[in-house]
């Protein structure tokens, strides 16, 4: 593998765990609002 590949490989899972993070908080967040 090139550093291209590892570099868009990196990025992809850095942007899919953020987007997974931040929805986890929201639920959290909203999941204590509503409770």
């Given amino acids: 593998m ?3 590949s590892i ?3 990196v ?3 850095a942007i899919f765990y953020g987007f997974y993070c931040r929805e986890s908080a929201v639920n959290s967040v909203l999941g ?3 409770m």
């Fill in 2 to 4: 090139d550093i291209v």
């Fill in 7 to 9: 570099v868009m490989i």
């Fill in 11 to 13: 990025t992809m899972l």
């Fill in 32 to 34: 204590k609002h509503l």
